[in-house]
Structures are given as C-alpha cells and as structure tokens.
C-alpha cells in the first residue's frame, strides 16, 4: 500500500467514525434547569387542582388579564429566545461579533418584557386586583417568581456577553450554558402564558 493509498484509508475511517454528541453547556447548568422545571410543574399542578374546585372565579377574575399585554410579553420572549439560538450558532463558527450583537438583543428582549410586566402588574393593581384574589394570588405568584427567574436571566447573558467581548475567554460553552437557561426562562413563560391567559 502506498503512502497515498494509507492516507486516504485513515480518511475514510475517520469519517466513518460515529460523531459523539452532547449536551450544550455543562450538567450543571442542566441539574439547575431540570430542579427549576420540577419546581414550576408542581406549582402548576397546584393551580390546576385550585382553579378545578372554583372554576368560575377563577374564569371571571381571568377575564381581567390584559390578554395583550400578555402576548406581547410572548412574541418578545419569543423573540429574545431566537437571538440566543442564533448566537450560539455565530459563536460556534467565529463569529463573534454577531453572536454579542445577538446576546446584546435578546437582553434587550428581557428589558422590554420586565417593563411590559411590570405595567400589566401597575394596571391590576390600579384596579383592585391583588393576593386577596385566589386567581391573582396564583398570577402574581407565577409571574413573579418567573419574573426573578429572567431578571438571573439578564445577569447570566452580561456576563457572557462579557466573555464574548475578552478575546481570552470566549468559551462556546459559556454561551451554551446561558442560551440553555434562558431558554428555559422562555418556555416556562409560555406555560404560564397559557395556562393563566388562555386557558378557560
């Protein structure tokens, strides 16, 4: 066999060779996300077994959620969630400075939906609807503990945004680990979304 011959063998044991795949970010990242999961789905069972025994106070006191608000509060997330995806992809092929434009982005997402929720939350107040309510109980429970939940959001996309923008660092992995938890922020809203706005 020639030299050629060997070398074109190994390329195409190479290539033959299964790809490994893995997981984005680290396990921590994923205990922290799946304990956060494990958290909201038991309060959602809560919400679900309350609103079963009083189902008409819960649909009258719903009727009085700014369902608008609501889905814009979605689309933006939405959105913000897509910035992240994207980036994550820039990063991964070099290109770094559209992925800090992107995480740049999606923070602003998540500042646009702190101040949309913290208008809806004005505006029901304003209008007499707090925790003596059981449905707004439960809303400014879920809302708010989400709330706290984006805002560690915002705090985790700085400092990959921080990493992004040292040439030292710049660990796709980083990028991963905040994509994965922000994430997370998202798909959490969407069940909130649908089961305090929409749900009848």
């Given at each position: 066999?020639?030299?050629?011959?060997?070398?074109?063998?190994d390329a195409l044991e190479e290539s033959a060779a299964p790809v490994t795949s893995r997981l984005p970010g680290d396990l921590?990242?994923?205990?922290?996300?799946?304990?956060?999961?494990?958290?909201?789905?038991?309060?959602?069972?809560?919400?679900?077994?309350f609103r079963d025994r009083s189902p008409d106070q819960f649909a009258q006191a719903q009727r009085h959620l700014?369902?608008?608000?609501?889905?814009?509060?979605?689309?933006?997330?939405?959105?913000?969630?897509?910035?992240?995806?994207?980036?994550?992809?820039?990063?991964?092929?070099?290109?770094?400075?559209?992925?800090?434009?992107?995480?740049?982005?999606?923070?602003?997402?998540?500042?646009?939906?702190?101040?949309?929720?913290?208008?809806?939350?004005?505006?029901?107040?304003?209008?007499?609807?707090?925790?003596?309510?059981?449905?707004?109980?439960?809303?400014?429970?879920?809302?708010?503990?989400?709330?706290?939940?984006?805002?560690?959001?915002?705090?985790?996309?700085?400092?990959?945004?921080?990493?992004?923008?040292?040439?030292?660092?710049?660990?796709?992995?980083?990028?991963?680990?905040?994509?994965?938890?922000?994430?997370?922020?998202?798909?959490?809203?969407?069940?909130?979304?649908?089961?305090?706005?929409?749900?009848?």
């Open positions: 066999m020639t030299i050629s011959d060997r070398d074109a063998s921590d990242m994923w205990v922290l996300v799946l304990g956060d999961l494990f958290f909201f789905g038991c309060y959602f069972i809560v919400y679900m077994v700014n369902l608008g608000v609501g889905v814009a509060n979605t689309v933006v997330l939405l959105t913000s969630s897509m910035f992240v995806a994207i980036a994550v992809q820039e990063v991964r092929r070099g290109a770094v400075r559209t992925a800090e434009r992107l995480i740049g982005a999606a923070g602003v997402c998540g500042v646009l939906f702190v101040a949309l929720k913290a208008f809806e939350w004005h505006q029901e107040i304003t209008h007499g609807f707090t925790v003596s309510n059981e449905f707004f109980s439960f809303y400014f429970v879920l809302t708010g503990i989400h709330l706290a939940h984006l805002v560690l959001g915002l705090l985790i996309l700085g400092i990959v945004l921080r990493e992004l923008r040292n040439p030292d660092l710049r660990r796709p992995q980083m990028v991963e680990q905040g994509a994965t938890y922000w994430h997370m922020v998202d798909l959490l809203w969407v069940v909130i979304f649908a089961i305090l706005y929409l749900m009848r």
